[in-house]
């Protein structure tokens, strides 16, 4: 799944070629792409025609385009395959194409919602008066977010019963934050992944966060990483930051700092990337 640097090129695409338009035409293609959208595919159709987009913004891995002249935003979850595109109307449509948005100019493009294994889809929600749509109102600020308020992450860290990666994946506490950039920090940062958050010191907190600030914007100035060919930008183009990660996915891959073999452990059915020297296991508790 697309993490924050994937999903903010993708809205920084949205804003230059989308925003400011207004919606000539709506054709869903495909059920499944609305299922979140409580009126289905022609109720979503009928209320966006009309309407001008907003600036697309951003929290985390989600992003929207909020409509001008509503309370209203175009809510959009890539999932695991979801792609946005801005293509030539008269462009041959994708294969796996879901979603068609029409507008009512003469720049001679469309926006698409492309998706090979529909887990992703758009949504009309209701916005507050930040312009937050309501269904995504819990999920917490992002580390690159100006608000994002580093003391209190550190006072959460410290009150919850979990370790730093399962902490960094919270999205009810830090949002964007996937298992990429878990892995990258976390190397960066010297720290394993099942250290416990209780144990992490005020500057150990700051460092950490950091480093995933660092790597999220290292990610977002070559567009994001790419490991296949479903995760594009607006314009269809992969990012390059694959080529530049220090342990997720170079197992047995010697690390950068000391030469000692990454390892891959799974976790929570995904994997961890880790250097055994450099990211020292915790020591186990004593039993009492």
């Known amino acids: 799944m697309p993490e924050l640097p994937e999903v903010?090129?993708?809205?920084?695409?949205l804003e230059r070629?989308?925003?400011?338009?207004?919606?000539?035409?709506?054709?869903?293609?495909?059920?499944?792409?609305?299922?979140?959208?409580?009126g289905g595919g022609e109720d979503f159709a009928a209320r966006?025609?009309?309407?001008?987009?907003?600036?697309?913004?951003?929290?985390?891995?989600?992003?929207?385009?909020?409509?001008?002249d509503a309370d209203a935003a175009v809510l959009g979850h890539l999932g695991m395959s979801g792609q946005l595109l801005v293509q030539p109307e008269d462009a041959p449509d994708e294969r796996h194409l879901r979603i068609r948005i029409r507008f009512d100019d003469t720049l001679g493009t469309e926006l698409r919602f492309v998706d090979q294994r529909t887990f992703g889809g758009l949504s009309l929600h209701e916005t507050d008066r930040d312009g937050l749509p309501d269904v995504i109102a819990h999920i917490a600020r992002d580390p690159l977010d100006p608000a994002f308020d580093d003391a209190a992450f550190h006072a959460a860290l410290r009150l919850r019963r979990t370790t730093v990666k399962r902490a960094l994946l919270d999205?009810?506490?830090?949002?964007?934050?996937?298992?990429i950039y878990a892995d990258e920090a976390l190397w960066r940062s010297r720290l394993h992944y099942d250290r416990p958050t209780a144990a992490l010191t005020r500057p150990r907190s700051y460092e950490l966060l950091g480093h995933v600030r660092d790597v999220m914007t290292a990610a977002l100035a070559v567009g994001g990483t790419s490991f296949d060919s479903l995760y594009v930008n607006v314009n269809g183009e992969s990012g390059y930051f694959d080529r530049s990660l220090d342990a997720y996915g170079r197992e047995d891959e010697p690390c950068r700092r000391c030469g000692t073999p990454i390892r891959r452990r799974p976790w929570m059915n995904r994997s961890s990337y880790f250097c055994p020297r450099c990211q020292r296991a915790p020591r186990p508790a004593p039993h009492v």
Do not use: C, F, M
Not at 53 to 66: D, E, I, N, S
Not at 173 to 178: E, K, N, Y
């Open 48 to 68: 966006l025609v009309g309407h001008r987009v907003g600036v697309a913004r951003r929290r985390g891995k989600y992003l929207w385009l909020p409509l001008d």
């Open 8 to 13: 903010e090129v993708v809205r920084r695409g």
């Open 17 to 38: 070629w989308v925003s400011g338009r207004t919606v000539a035409g709506v054709d869903v293609l495909h059920p499944r792409a609305v299922r979140r959208h409580v």
């Open 171 to 179: 999205q009810s506490l830090i949002s964007g934050v996937g298992n």
